[in-house]
């Protein structure tokens, strides 16, 4: 069965600094893996996802994540954050088996609190 | 813009009362997902629907129901509220592809008294 584990429950930062946000996974069969973001008050949106080729992905607001197989994991990182990036991150993943009943059906991380101080 | 949107916010329950959760997409979306979110475990997948008057049960199916009779509309049915049932309640679609992003609703916060 996948399972996703986020490291970190609260990640607090200060403005301008880097971030780090661990997500790691584990799974039978390969996996489309994804970064969402939660806002106060908001429902969830995309921040960036890996499907294939390249192990480094860019998403918006300047996000970007690395996939390591041999390590199972997908960490999201910034190297400036804002106070505007203060928000619930949240790693998921998805099989690729092709036919599967769990086509399309995401596993969610426990989520990652980014707090970015003044 | 894809929109997800759900008929309440903010809902106030009693205990046994019967709840209807309401979300609509405007994309033609095959699937459509109800998730449970509460504070330490993320999103717990409730149900899901994969067509019209198509359901299968996620990870914590319990005290739920749903119905989808039209392809854009997906209902959340608690047949009988309880207090454990206090939670956000977030809805999603996605087209038919493993890879297919979700896109999400603002969610409904609903307590049950």
């Known amino acids: 069965a996948q399972s996703v584990t986020q490291l970190d429950s609260q990640v607090p930062v200060f403005e301008e600094a880097p971030v780090e946000l661990r997500c790691n996974y584990s799974s039978s069969v390969s996996v489309y893996l994804f970064w969402y973001v939660q806002y106060p008050n908001q429902g969830l949106q995309l921040l960036l996802k890996y499907l294939s080729g390249s192990t480094l992905v860019k998403g918006i607001n300047g996000f970007e994540a690395e996939f390591n197989k041999s390590q199972t994991s997908f960490h999201l990182r910034k190297p400036s954050v804002h106070i505007s990036d203060t928000a619930e991150y949240f790693c998921?993943?998805?099989?690729?088996?092709?036919?599967?009943?769990?086509?399309?059906?995401?596993?969610f991380g426990q989520g990652t609190t980014l707090q970015v101080k003044p | 813009d894809v929109k997800v949107t759900q008929s309440s916010r903010y809902l106030v329950k009693r205990t046994g009362e019967k709840v209807f959760l309401e979300c609509v997409q405007d994309?033609?979306?095959?699937?459509m997902f109800w998730y449970r979110q509460d504070p330490g475990l993320g999103l717990r997948l409730i149900y899901f629907?994969?067509?019209?008057?198509?359901?299968e049960k996620g990870d914590i199916p319990e005290g739920y129901s749903v119905s989808r009779e039209k392809k854009e509309r997906f209902s959340l049915i608690l047949e009988s509220a309880s207090t454990n049932q206090t939670s956000m309640y977030l809805c999603?679609?996605?087209?038919?592809?493993?890879?297919?992003?979700?896109?999400f609703g603002p969610g409904t916060r609903l307590t049950v008294t």
């Open positions: 998921a993943v998805s099989e690729t088996v092709a036919g599967s009943s769990n086509t399309g059906k995401l596993i």
């Open positions: 629907s994969y067509d019209v008057k198509m359901k």
């Open positions: 994309m033609d979306h095959e699937n």
């Open positions: 999603a679609s996605s087209t038919f592809m493993g890879a297919a992003e979700q896109y």
